[in-house]
């Protein structure tokens, strides 16, 4: 397989695009309405006592506020319709989406388990899910220049070290309310899932590292 294949194939993915609306539809419609948002946040209790076991992908509907629900929309935007093509390709129309949905269980799951007897626990937003397409893509093209901020340009390949330093780091300290674990899990689920489906991204990536070269993504 060939990035640049990946990339030249990546318009006109319409999975991405009815996640992202169906995601900017309910946020929206939970920050106005604090019961919808109650009813759709991860929240341990309704999991354990209620079997609510939805909650493990409603909670990625939802965000705290415009910037985020703005932040997880954009980059999964730029890196979802690039990976739709590769998982359509192996796992049919619905193989992107159910991906993506896989992300948002499996990052959340080693959080709702640590806090699973926490009352006061609560965990919202895509950022999981969203990290798993940003690292599989990474194992596509590791040195495509993205722009942070829209403003710093930086490999693809040291984003994602200097993304998962950085949330080891905070995961550790605790200091803010930002779900890192999560971030973690999710890359991790994104790099072991597309490994699996695409074996081959092995030595594609090797051979990638060991050729520098950057370019911006189309």
Same mark, same amino acid.
């Given at each position: 397989?060939?990035?640049?294949?990946?990339?030249?194939?990546?318009?006109?993915?319409?999975?991405?695009?009815?996640?992202?609306?169906?995601?900017?539809?309910?946020?929206?419609?939970?920050?106005?309405? *604090?019961?919808?948002?109650?009813?759709? &946040? /991860?929240?341990?209790?309704?999991? =354990?006592?209620?079997?609510?076991? !939805? %909650?493990?992908?409603?909670?990625?509907?939802?965000?705290?506020?415009?910037?985020?629900?703005?932040?997880?929309?954009?980059?999964?935007?730029?890196?979802?319709?690039?990976?739709?093509?590769?998982?359509?390709?192996?796992?049919?129309?619905?193989?992107?989406?159910?991906?993506? *949905?896989?992300?948002?269980?499996?990052? &959340? /799951?080693?959080?709702?388990?640590? =806090?699973?007897?926490?009352?006061? !626990? %609560?965990?919202?937003?895509?950022?999981?899910?969203?990290?798993?397409?940003?690292?599989?893509?990474?194992?596509?093209?590791?040195?495509?220049?993205?722009?942070?901020?829209?403003?710093?340009?930086?490999?693809?390949?040291?984003?994602?070290?200097?993304?998962?330093?950085?949330?080891?780091?905070?995961?550790?300290?605790?200091?803010?309310?930002?779900?890192?674990?999560?971030?973690?899990?999710?890359?991790?689920?994104?790099?072991?899932?597309?490994?699996?489906?695409?074996?081959?991204?092995?030595?594609?990536?090797?051979?990638?590292?060991?050729?520098?070269?950057?370019?911006?993504?189309?």
């Amino acid at each position: 397989m060939r990035a640049r294949h990946v990339l030249r194939n990546a318009s006109n993915r319409m999975i991405t695009l009815i996640i992202i609306a169906l995601t900017c539809v309910v946020s929206f419609l939970a920050f106005q309405n *604090i019961r919808l948002m109650n009813d759709l &946040i /991860l929240w341990p209790p309704a999991i =354990n006592r209620n079997r609510e076991y !939805y %909650r493990l992908v409603t909670y990625g509907l939802i965000h705290a506020d415009t910037m985020h629900l703005f932040v997880n929309m954009l980059t999964l935007y730029f890196f979802g319709k690039v990976m739709e093509g590769l998982y359509s390709s192996h796992m049919g129309m619905l193989g992107f989406a159910t991906f993506y *949905i896989g992300g948002l269980v499996v990052s &959340i /799951l080693p959080t709702y388990l640590h =806090n699973k007897d926490n009352a006061s !626990y %609560r965990s919202l937003g895509a950022s999981g899910a969203v990290s798993a397409v940003l690292f599989a893509y990474v194992l596509v093209a590791p040195w495509t220049t993205i722009r942070i901020f829209f403003v710093l340009p930086m490999p693809a390949i040291v984003y994602a070290v200097l993304y998962v330093a950085y949330s080891v780091m905070m995961d550790r300290t605790g200091k803010d309310n930002v779900n890192h674990s999560a971030h973690l899990w999710g890359a991790a689920y994104g790099v072991a899932v597309t490994l699996m489906i695409q074996p081959s991204l092995v030595s594609h990536f090797i051979n990638e590292i060991s050729q520098p070269r950057f370019g911006f993504m189309n």
